[in-house]
């Protein structure tokens, strides 16, 4: 067993780093006890007991919000603490990766909430080499090992302290996926919305979703295709749906800068080109996701979406009332959708702003339909918190309420209106 070191990468998401944890632990069959409620989401540091070093790198190999990965050989709340556990550092580890004189190597010193002066780095690291006996050369580029003094001290715009609140030292394993999101990223996407879901999240979601090679995905709400790519690049087969012809063929304005009109290349299946993943692309169809288009049998094996808010692309549906469409007034868990069939997995909540954030709800199918069936079992949704719509909630709770006005007046202008009522 080994005490495995965990620097998550800190942004706006940050109750998504756990359950992302907890996915790719089983989808890697990696061995894994977590307890939640007592690491402090704010933390971007985490201990792990893993049974090899080889466990922990199988749960690099997709993460994106996992940072690094380190062996840890010392913590402590203090530098002289830290400097006593590794003056007692095992003889295995000094043997093995210290005392290798024909080895190369590096120590860094970084520090979390604090910008350390040069002065201060210098003497750590000379405290550091006094106690470790390194025999090898240095290298600071693609060292054969890599040693780290990490400290904390608090949370970006808080108050800093005089000494830090936690200090780790070990040897590091392996860095997560973030390069992917740069290469996902959708300022280099040759076909993006409005609403295009950010390369992160994508593959956030992809890696919810447990997606594997050859798996079937299917999003309902496509749009310009961002979770298929992600999917895709896990090495699946990708369809979807939405209603809207023109964000499905690629026609109509564009939403880039200094350009009016979409080009002949702007189309979902460009994307999936683009990244050489079009082999991964089935199709995608015009349909209306309250309009069941499916046979009642096992079809996908997962389903990734990012349903529409009507903020900054209205919400349309074929045939219906504008009354009919409900958001809650404020949420609670009774909001979160309930099926016989599903459990929920996880249930992580991203701030967007002051007054509005939004979820991502995971959930996993733990009994076939037809035994749902044959036992009665219903579909539930609470609907006691639900008021007007998100939409125009959203607007007038800003004290805006003629962007709403304007909204409105924009959405009937749509030629798709002629067609659909738009849901506001």
């Known amino acids: 067993m ?47 007991d893993l049974q090899s070093e080889d466990d922990a790198k199988r749960l690099m190999k997709r993460t994106v919000l996992m940072r690094s990965m380190y062996e840890l050989w010392a913590s402590a709340k203090t530098h002289d603490d830290l400097y006593s556990q590794l003056a007692k550092c095992p003889h295995h580890l000094k043997a093995q990766y210290v005392q290798r004189p024909d080895g190369t190597f590096r120590v860094k010193v970084d ?23 390194f025999e090898g050369k240095v290298k600071l580029n693609n060292p054969d ?21 936690r200090v780790y030292f070990g040897r590091w394993l392996m860095d997560g996926q973030r390069d992917q999101i740069r290469h996902y990223h959708l300022q280099k996407r040759q076909y993006i919305g409005n609403t295009s879901m950010d390369s992160c999240l994508s593959l956030l979601m992809a890696n919810q979703a447990m997606v594997t090679e050859n798996a079937l995905v299917c999003d ?23 209603i809207d012809y023109n964000v499905l063929h690629g026609k109509g304005k564009s939403s880039r800068y200094n350009q009016i009109w979409k080009g002949p290349d702007e189309n979902i299946r460009s994307n999936l080109r683009q990244y050489g993943l079009e082999h991964c692309y ?4 015009q349909a209306d996701f309250s309009k069941c288009i499916w046979r009642e049998q096992p079809l996908f094996d ?20 504008k009354n009919n469409l409900v958001n809650h007034e404020q949420y609670t868990v009774d909001n979160i959708p309930q099926h016989p069939c599903l459990e929920l997995v996880a249930n992580s909540e991203q701030p967007l702003s002051v007054h509005v954030s939004r979820r991502l709800i995971t959930m996993r199918k733990h009994l076939d339909y037809e035994e749902a069936r044959e036992s009665e079992l219903q579909a539930t949704v609470s609907d006691d918190h639900y008021t007007e719509s998100f939409r125009y909630r959203y607007f007038h709770s800003a004290g805006v309420p003629e962007q709403k006005a304007k909204a409105d007046a924009r959405d009937e202008q749509d030629p798709l209106d002629r067609e659909r009522k738009v849901q506001s």
Do not use: W
Request: charged share 20%; glycine share 8%; net charge neutral.
């Open 145 to 165: 090992q890599s040693f780290h003094l990490l400290e904390l001290y608090g949370q970006a715009g808080s108050k800093t302290p005089d000494k830090p609140l």
């Open 220 to 242: 309902p709400f496509v749009g310009t295709g961002s979770l298929l790519v992600a999917a895709a690049g896990c090495g699946a087969y990708v369809t979807g749906t939405d």
């Open 302 to 321: 997962a389903i990734i979406t990012d349903p529409p808010y009507g903020i900054r692309e209205s919400t349309r549906k074929i045939g219906s009332d």
């Open 2 to 48: 080994s005490e495995i070191l965990v620097f998550f990468t800190q942004t706006n998401i940050l109750e998504f780093k756990l359950p992302e944890l907890k996915t790719l632990a089983k989808l890697s069959s990696v061995p894994l006890t977590l307890n939640e409620n007592s690491h402090d989401k704010k933390n971007p540091f985490l201990v792990l």
């Open 282 to 285: 089935l199709d995608v169809m």
């Open 111 to 133: 520090a979390f909430g604090k910008k350390l002066q040069d002065p201060d780095r210098q003497d750590r690291l000379d405290k550091i080499l006094g106690i470790l006996p």
